[in-house]
């Protein structure tokens, strides 16, 4: 199952913004999404709050009866919205779901140096590291044709990470944002600027979202790799965080056929596997 978290240490970088849109956009694509808000802010459950039950739907978070956070189900696609400041332990379980991470960056040098440090960090996880978490960046209310978008393109070269362009800094975004709404949500023509200025994002996306499935998949996703009917818990399992370490895990039905079997899967939910809610996983917090 494609996990996409939204991810800058940065307070304010459009992380919220970039992961609303891209849940919006994979719901218009007619995946069954959900939009996991790891924020304590919760911005984006309060967006998905405001959004039209007409429009192609975003599920939230699934609570149980153990107060456990779960994938409801049917899900298919999974995108993260990430709190400012994660890091540490916090970052590590995050990135141990993710198959991808974009990180939104406004051009300031505060922004640069910050972003800088958050992906000094991101490249000393092995997920990361070893490529099997895809990480690009994205210029944030910044316009493509200046100064100020070239500088993020060339210090994105120099951390030799894939600058997928700049989206411009317009009210549209935060007009949508508050009627439930995002870009891919309105009328044709209505933002075919912005659309395009997404249009990189979203073809480096695509390969993530749609991974290519295996002529011999059917076979290989047999009977350990399937079964699980019981709900999918988003609580990893410590062992997972050890680099190499070995896991049982269960997969569902739909999930991704790609991954390596060391992979942590988002249902890990062996007998008794439960673990307490993470700080950053309670919501409400
Ligand atoms: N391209 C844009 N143009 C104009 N305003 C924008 C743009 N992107 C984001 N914003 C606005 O900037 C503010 C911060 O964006 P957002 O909430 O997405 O950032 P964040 O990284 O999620 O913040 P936090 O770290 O607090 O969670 C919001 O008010 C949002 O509407
Ligand atoms: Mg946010």
Request: with cysteine.
């Amino acid at each position: 199952m494609p996990v996409i978290a939204v991810v800058n240490r940065k307070g304010g970088s459009g992380k919220s913004t970039i992961a609303a849109h891209i849940a919006a956009w994979c719901a218009q694509g007619g995946h069954q999404v959900m939009l996991g808000d790891v924020d304590r802010q919760q911005s984006s459950r309060a967006w998905l709050r405001r959004r039209d039950a007409s429009l192609p739907a975003i599920a939230p978070w699934a609570m149980d009866q153990k107060n456990v956070l779960r994938l409801p189900s049917g899900i298919t696609h999974v995108v993260l919205d990430t709190p400012g400041g994660l890091h540490g332990f916090e970052l590590a379980r995050v990135v141990m779901f993710a198959d991808a991470i974009l990180m939104p960056v406004c051009s300031s040098v505060f922004d640069r140096e910050s972003a800088a440090a958050c992906h000094a960090e991101l490249m000393a996880l092995p997920r990361v590291a070893s490529g099997r978490c895809r990480l690009a960046t994205v210029g944030m209310r910044v316009d493509g044709r200046t100064r100020g978008a070239q500088t993020l393109q060339a210090w994105s070269d120099g951390l030799g990470v894939p600058f997928l362009g700049a989206l411009r800094e317009t009210q549209m975004y935060v007009r949508c944002l508050e009627r439930g709404l995002t870009i891919f949500d309105l009328p044709p023509g209505q933002a075919a600027l912005d659309l395009a200025q997404w249009e990189p994002l979203l073809q480096w996306l695509r390969p993530v979202l749609n991974p290519p499935v295996a002529a011999n998949d059917s076979a290989s996703a047999g009977s350990s790799r399937l079964g699980s009917s019981r709900p999918n818990s988003l609580m990893p399992a410590q062992e997972s965080m050890v680099h190499g370490g070995r896991l049982t895990v269960t997969l569902p039905a739909q999930a991704s056929r790609t991954a390596p079997m060391t992979r942590p899967s988002l249902s890990r939910v062996a007998a008794g596997s439960d673990m307490p809610i993470p700080r950053f996983l309670r919501p409400g917090m």
